[in-house]
Structures are given as C-alpha cells and as structure tokens.
C-alpha cells in the first residue's frame, strides 16, 4: 500500500499558467514533507520542503500548502515556464529519516 | 565536492549474478539510503543507514544487503540478480534527520 498518494500522474500547463500537484498521507507519524524534481537522466533534486507546523511555505515561484487535519499537502508553480518540464515527487518521512514519495508527476510546460 | 557519486552507470546482469553498487558521499552525511525507481511506482526505500555500522530495512529489502563500514560509503549488494530487479537504482545521503537529500545520478541496471 502506498504511504503517499500523487496526483495527476502527468500534467499539461501552458506557459505562465499555474501547475498544481497534490498528494496525500495516512501516517500521523510523517513530519517532513519535500518536493522534488527530476530532470530526465538525473537524480532527484530537494526543489522545497515544509514541516507540519506551518500551513504554507513559499520560495519564488513555488509554494507547498499543508492541510494536517485532511493530510493533504500540494505543490503550486506560478508562473510555470518550459524549464519547469520535469517529473515532481512528494515525499513524507517519518522519526527514523524513513522517506516515502509519491508515484511522480510529470509537467509539460507549453510555450 | 562531488556529492553523491555511484557506480557504475550502466549494468546488464544475468539472472543469478551478483553484484555491488557502488554509492560514496563526500559531505560527511550521517543518512544514507538506497532506493528504487520504477515507472508509475515513484521512488521506494531498499535500505537506509544512519551512520557507520548502522543499518535497517526499507519498504522493498527482498533480495539485496546493505553495510556501511565508514561514513562515506555505503554499498549495496545484489545477491542473486532477477528480472524483478531491472530498475534505476538512487543512492542519496542527508546531513541530519528530515534535512535535504542529496542523490547521486542513479544507477541503471538491466536483469536478462
């Protein structure tokens, strides 16, 4: 059973539009949640992170928002740009460093 | 500063061969771990490690050993290699608990 539900699996946004992935938890446990991204060929990459104890987090043009009571958390993208065409993954870890992601969402970003 | 490094790249085995990757971090990281990644499945835990001589199960351990005998390198061994195994396979290291994870570039391994 998979500890962390992503959706959509693939995502088409045109360029400047926003891209939004959610993803889901059933462990209470979990008190990390990261976003990576991962380029074709390339390992994954940290792209933002939140810990449960604040609702939203942003960097530029990304921004993670965290429901504890539905355990939902999702990624935005303002703004999106072709360089954003990657495969996102949510992740939870929990108190042994434990990480668990997501099945991966792969962006399209049109011109 | 190299990161993560893993070897090899590439790797076809025979079914029944063993193996080792080879995964070594330059960053004095205490966390290792060692995933998988199969399309649609994301990426799933093999094994992890939260420092020198310490070592534990993932969600997918079946078929592959692990040890970690200095803090830099953390090898995963293939017993006896299966088509289930053909995957890209991800070493990624972590200075502290719930901290970034750094990957190294992946490993891609074919099982025939």
């Known amino acids: 059973q998979q500890q962390v539900k992503q959706s959509p699996q693939s995502l088409i946004v045109q360029k400047g539009g926003i891209s939004i992935i959610n993803c889901a938890y059933e462990n209470t446990a979990f008190d990390y949640f990261p976003w990576y991204q991962q380029f074709p060929g390339k390992g994954p990459a940290l792209l933002i992170a939140i810990r449960p104890d604040v609702s939203e987090k942003k960097e530029g043009r990304f921004t993670i928002s965290f429901n504890k009571s539905a355990k939902q958390f999702s990624l935005h993208i303002m703004d999106s740009q072709p360089g954003d065409s990657a495969t996102y993954f949510c992740a939870a870890s929990d108190n042994f460093n434990k990480f668990y992601f997501g099945s991966g969402t792969k962006l399209n970003v049109k011109p | 500063n190299a990161g993560v490094t893993q070897t090899p790249k590439f790797q076809v085995l025979k079914t029944g061969q063993s193996m080792t990757l080879q995964c070594a971090q330059d960053?004095?990281?205490?966390?290792m771990s060692w995933y998988r990644q199969d399309p649609g499945m994301g990426l799933r835990l093999i094994h992890y490690?939260?420092?020198?001589?310490?070592?534990d199960q993932g969600e997918v351990p079946n078929g592959y050993n692990v040890s970690r005998s200095t803090t830099e390198d953390f090898p995963l061994r293939l017993l006896s290699a299966a088509p289930s195994q053909t995957s890209v396979y991800f070493c990624a290291s972590s200075y502290r608990r719930n901290t970034e994870a750094f990957f190294g570039q992946g490993t891609r391994l074919t099982v025939v």
């Open positions: 960053m004095n990281h205490e966390y």
């Open positions: 490690s939260v420092g020198a001589g310490i070592t």
